[in-house]
């Protein structure tokens, strides 16, 4: 019994110490119509929406913050 409820008490240490899954490598950036973007993949076509894989729309400030090779994580 004791180790269950050890067992419990770690789980949320454990889970928050968990990688995040919303980062990924910037492979590009591209900037359309005074919009930002950081693409996690080379040749992807921008469309009008945030998608974690494809493409993230930034703004202004971080777009300039992140090189390409760098790792980005949507807070």
């Known amino acids: 019994m004791k180790k269950v409820i050890y067992l419990l ?3 949320p240490l454990l889970v928050g110490c968990a ?6 490598e910037i492979r590009e950036k591209a ?12 040749g ?17 400030e971080v777009y300039n913050q992140y090189s390409v090779g760098e790792d980005y994580c949507i807070d």
């Open 9 to 11: 008490l770690l789980m």
């Open 19 to 24: 990688d995040k899954d919303d980062c990924f």
């Open 44 to 60: 992807v076509n921008l469309i009008s929406e945030n998608r974690l894989t494809g493409q993230v729309n930034v703004t202004l």
């Open 31 to 42: 900037s359309q119509n005074g919009e930002y973007y950081f693409l996690d993949r080379s």
